[in-house]
């Protein structure tokens, strides 16, 4: 059973409208690529060129921050959840 | 503090409860409350803190009523289109409740003029549309040790926490920095559902009124997310960054920022 990863609104127009897809990978490195094979240039929006997330996205893996875990290098389990979440400014005045 | 006959009255579903009680609406006709922005997370916010006696509410904005506004702001109406946002929203309030003192300020967020605004304030609520503006009161609350609650909106997804300097993360433990133009959506990209405005305002009204009374346990260390389509709520866990670049220990910004502003969401 793969991964179920979290897809924050910005980036649903890469996952044709879909909030939530599954993505296979040990880590949170291979589930990145793994979801560039499927969403083609989804990685690029989440990740700089190294391949770290970028500073205004954060990537938890169930309730928990990567960046206090092991960052990319964070490994995944069958039935995780994986989310992205970046900032979002808006009050809308 | 004396209650007269009639605040006994209109707060009594407050009085009762017994982790309020007497002493606890006293707190709150003490309590110091700063709203950045009188828009969406603006207006039920500071219309609920209003009906619950907050004795003083500051008010920042520097933008008018537009008929695009009352969509979701809804201390605001249609005869006040072109007033003061600040202006409307102390009439309402005023009207609500007059036991509310409102101090408005019609005046666009800077380096400058933060640390007089916030003078006085024990809470700030950032009800804000910009990064520049969010990453400016978040650094301000940390020098101040003022405490942030925050919240944000876009389309049907909303964000809501409380920083409180010291005792858990800071904006920028989240996100160090603000993300450039180009990467976020921008404003033609935006739109929002208005009642989602009030799901999010209403939640840092609560979470407002929590730390006046010291009751519950307040979102601090927590990112709650709502997702209004699929009728969800989560909880993330937030840390404190050890290399915080303005709440760590040895910070790397120790003065205030005045970011380019950009429409970004």
């Given at each position: 059973?793969?991964?179920?990863?979290?897809?924050?609104?910005?980036?649903?127009?890469?996952?044709?409208?879909?909030?939530?897809?599954?993505?296979?990978?040990?880590?949170?490195?291979?589930?990145?690529?793994?979801?560039?094979?499927?969403?083609?240039?989804i990685k690029d929006r989440i990740c700089e060129e190294n391949g770290t997330p970028r500073r205004f996205i954060n990537i938890y893996l169930n309730e928990e921050d990567i960046r206090f875990l092991d960052a990319e290098n964070t490994a995944v389990k069958d039935g995780d959840e994986i989310s992205i979440i970046p900032a979002i400014a808006g009050g809308v005045a | 503090m004396d209650f007269t006959d009639e605040q006994i009255e209109r707060y009594s579903r407050h009085i009762i409860l017994p982790e309020v009680g007497g002493v606890g609406q006293a707190k709150m006709l003490s309590a110091r409350v700063l709203l950045i922005g009188a828009?969406?997370?603006?207006?039920?916010?500071?219309?609920?803190?209003?009906?619950?006696?907050?004795?003083?509410?500051?008010?920042?904005?520097?933008?008018?009523?537009?008929?695009?506004?009352?969509?979701?702001?809804?201390?605001?109406?249609?005869?006040?289109?072109?007033?003061?946002?600040?202006?409307?929203?102390?009439?309402?309030?005023?009207?609500?409740?007059?036991?509310?003192?409102?101090?408005?300020?019609?005046?666009?967020?800077?380096?400058?003029?933060?640390?007089?605004?916030?003078?006085?304030?024990?809470?700030?609520?950032?009800?804000?549309?910009?990064?520049?503006?969010?990453?400016?009161?978040?650094?301000?609350?940390?020098?101040?040790?003022?405490?942030?609650?925050?919240?944000?909106?876009f389309r049907f997804e909303g964000q809501a926490t409380v920083f409180k300097p010291k005792v858990g993360p800071c904006y920028r433990c989240l996100y160090p920095e603000p993300p450039p133009p180009g990467l976020v959506p921008n404003c033609q990209e935006g739109g929002v559902?208005?009642?989602?405005a009030g799901v999010i305002g209403n939640l840092q009204a609560v979470e407002t009124l929590k730390m006046v009374l010291g009751i519950g346990n307040p979102l601090i260390g927590t990112l709650l997310l709502y997702d209004a389509l699929n009728t969800e709520f989560r909880r993330l866990k937030l840390k404190k960054d050890p290399n915080c670049p303005v709440c760590s220990d040895s910070p790397t910004i120790t003065e205030l920022i005045d970011y380019e502003e950009f429409c970004g969401i």
């Open positions: 059973m793969p991964a179920k990863v979290r897809i924050p609104t910005p980036l649903m127009k890469l996952t044709d409208n879909k909030n939530e897809v599954s993505a296979e990978g040990d880590n949170i490195a291979a589930i990145l690529n793994n979801l560039e094979s499927q969403f083609p240039g | 828009g969406g997370l603006g207006s039920p916010a500071a219309y609920y803190l209003a009906a619950a006696g907050i004795g003083h509410m500051g008010l920042v904005d520097f933008d008018v009523v537009d008929l695009s506004n009352l969509q979701r702001q809804i201390i605001h109406s249609t005869e006040r289109i072109g007033q003061l946002k600040t202006e409307s929203a102390k009439k309402t309030i005023q009207a609500l409740n007059p036991d509310v003192q409102v101090t408005v300020f019609n005046e666009r967020l800077d380096s400058k003029n933060i640390m007089r605004i916030f003078e006085g304030y024990d809470y700030i609520l950032d009800g804000t549309d910009n990064f520049a503006t969010r990453y400016l009161i978040n650094d301000a609350c940390v020098m101040t040790g003022k405490t942030n609650i925050h919240g944000s909106i559902l208005g009642a989602l």
